[in-house]
């Protein structure tokens, strides 16, 4: 007996097989995984790389984007409110800060059923600090499925014009804050230097962990970043402005005047997240000679830098969509779903296999030596601060508001760290009895 298939039931056949012999078998059908993710200019060509892989694989899963957001904090409130109202997609890609609130709200999908079912972690390429980025009080609300840490990004030709050169670029903030202010003025609309803190707290975690401090105490009932620490992380973001004539190019996570600014060859040095590689280096071109290079470096013993990106996060919750969405997962954040995303993106591998094995990424870093610098600084990841409480949102933005007093030059670093402490104080959990 035959039957003749529609178009719809043949899905993954490829495309102009019109007529096919079909077999006596009926097909299961077809299970369409709805991902949601954050970031297109930066994820767009990674994730649609990712799922075209795992759509010509898989013959029962087929996986479709919806509603990308501009940024992190978009995607979270999306998913916040979808939560509430419905049209939650199967799988959400959220920042790894914002997994515990998911978790802590039950939104997220405990993974760790999932993860049990598989023969061996270990061959799957989940070592036990990949998987605790997604742990959160008990649960795997995630997977980590791209990880970052800020690099520097130098316009060589800007820096041979003051005497500098990438291989004599400073490695500590004083030196370059100096060498900003020499770029500057050079005149003719050159910036020296750009500090990327606007958008969320990741970028000033870089300075403070530089420093050897923390957000909040360890039992997590009081702020830390009032310390000595925060202190001269402010301070130091206040000499950028003074000192190294760093513009305001505005406290939105969306802003995107300094990277214009850079691509069109006006700016020294860039520090930013190494998850731009790839994008800024099509927006360079061939402006001029552009380098990456490691952080300056703050205090050598117990300076660590966040660990910034994405985790795979399933909010399906009936169970025939939770298989699917964990398949699709497993295979965002396999070796060969990791390689992909490090190839149109910038990230750090974030799946052991990847990172061990250089049949997947060794030819790949030599012959794309910009994207090497952040896995120079692996040794110094350290997680990103997830704030407790159904607040976290809102600590994130206060962190924002303050910050741009900075950058406005409206206040000293003073004031910013006393008014921060005591508005984040309001915010986060008061400890119980």
């Not at 995607?75 to 997609?89: F, H, N, S, V």
């Not at 962990?209 to 909040?216: C, K, N, S």
């Not at 396999?334 to 750090?348: C, F, I, P």
Request: aromatic share 8%; hydrophobic share 45%; glycine share 10%.
């Amino acid at each position: 007996m035959s039957m003749k298939l529609s178009r719809r039931s043949t899905l993954g056949l490829m495309a102009g097989a019109a007529t096919l012999a079909v077999p006596n078998v009926v097909r299961a059908q077809t299970i369409e995984v709805v991902a949601h993710y954050s970031m297109p200019p930066i994820f767009k060509a990674a994730q649609e790389a990712v799922a075209e892989a795992f759509n010509k694989q898989s013959s029962r899963v087929k996986v479709t984007y919806v509603n990308p957001t501009p940024n992190y904090e978009d995607g979270a409130q999306l998913i916040l409110r979808q939560a509430t109202t419905g049209g939650l997609p199967d799988v959400s890609f959220q920042g790894l800060n914002r997994l515990r609130l998911f978790a802590e709200r039950g939104i997220a999908a405990d993974l760790k059923p999932f993860l049990d079912r598989e023969a061996d972690l270990g061959k799957l390429g989940y070592s036990r600090p990949i998987l605790g980025l997604g742990f959160h009080g008990g649960v795997q609300c995630g997977l980590a499925f791209a990880t970052s840490n800020p690099i520097s990004y130098l316009n060589v030709d800007l820096l041979k014009k003051v005497g500098s050169s990438a291989e004599a670029f400073p490695k500590n903030w004083d030196d370059v804050i100096a060498l900003s202010a020499k770029i500057a003025a050079l005149g003719d609309g050159n910036t020296g230097m750009f500090f990327r803190w606007p958008g969320d707290d990741w970028m000033f975690s870089a300075l403070l962990y530089g420093f050897g401090g923390r957000m909040l105490t360890e039992d997590e009932t009081k702020v830390a970043f009032d310390g000595p620490e925060g202190l001269a992380a402010v301070r130091l973001l206040d000499r950028m402005v003074k000192e190294g004539k760093m513009p305001n190019f505005g406290a939105s996570a969306t802003a995107t005047a300094d990277l214009q600014a850079f691509g069109a060859g006006k700016m020294g040095m860039m520090f930013r997240t190494t998850a731009q590689v790839r994008q800024i280096s099509g927006m360079v071109g061939n402006n001029f000679e552009m380098q990456t290079t490691t952080l300056p470096v703050i205090d050598p013993v117990k300076g660590r830098l966040p660990t910034g990106g994405a985790g795979a996060m399933m909010t399906a919750k009936d169970p025939a969509r939770q298989d699917a969405a964990w398949e699709f997962i497993k295979f965002a954040t396999s070796a060969e779903g990791t390689t992909l995303m490090v190839k149109n993106t910038g990230y750090v591998p974030c799946n052991q296999l990847a990172i061990d094995d250089a049949s997947y990424l060794g030819e790949f870093y030599k012959a794309n030596p910009l994207f090497v610098a952040a896995t120079k600084q692996v040794h110094l990841m350290v997680p990103w601060y997830a704030f407790p409480g159904q607040n976290s949102v809102r600590v994130t933005q206060v962190m924002v508001d303050n910050l741009a007093r900075i950058a406005e030059q409206k206040a000293s670093p003073e004031e910013v760290v006393r008014d921060m402490a005591r508005e984040v104080t309001r915010l986060i959990p008061r400890r119980q009895g």
